[in-house]
Every structure is written in C-alpha cells, then in structure tokens.
C-alpha cells in the first residue's frame, strides 16, 4: 500500500505520548499486532524515513481507542489538528510570515 513520513508519524507519537504518557503507550505498544510493532519501532522514528501506512493507522486507531476511552472519536480528531500546529509553528512560520497570503 503506500507509506507515510516520518515526520507524521514522529508528530502523532508525540500527540498520544502527550495524552497517555509513557505508560500509555507501552500499552499501545502492546496492544499491537507483532508485525506492525516490528515495523514502527524497531529503530527509533527518524523523520526522513518512510513508514507503512497500514500499520501506522492500525497505531493511530489503536492508541486513540486506548488512550482516548470513551473520546476516541475527539482523540481522532484533534490528531491533525495538533500536526498542523506543529507544521505552522515550525518551518513554515517563517514563510507565513515573510509571504502575503495573496
């Protein structure tokens, strides 16, 4: 199927790290089928690399069911919303800033 950056990736571990802390997510991470925990965390998450789609939906889906509770669906969607908080106020600041929107 396709891949996805490592940069997303690093960003949405960082979001449910912050939501469940460490203990939470060793409870992902266990919690994972085997193969898509060899997959995502053999090596630590380097931004520059490439990780499987599918197995990091099947993370994402996991994590946000465990860690969310009952507000999974609000864990959903708050994900994107907090990457695209990272992405404005990183690189991208500076362009903003120096380009008008028009």
Not at 31 to 44: E, I, Y
Not at 81 to 100: C, D, E
């Amino acid at each position: 199927m396709g891949n996805i950056k490592g940069t997303g990736f690093a960003d949405a571990y960082e979001y449910f790290e912050k939501l469940g802390g460490p203990e939470g997510m060793e409870k992902v991470k266990a919690a994972l089928d085997p193969k898509t925990t060899n997959l995502l965390f053999s090596k630590s998450i380097l931004p520059a690399a490439w990780y499987d789609y599918p197995a990091y939906m099947e993370f994402v889906l996991k994590a946000s069911k465990i860690l969310g509770k009952e507000k999974s669906a609000e864990v959903l969607y708050n994900l994107p919303v907090f990457q695209l908080h990272k992405v404005l106020n990183g690189v991208y600041r500076a362009f903003f800033r120096i380009l008008s929107p028009e």
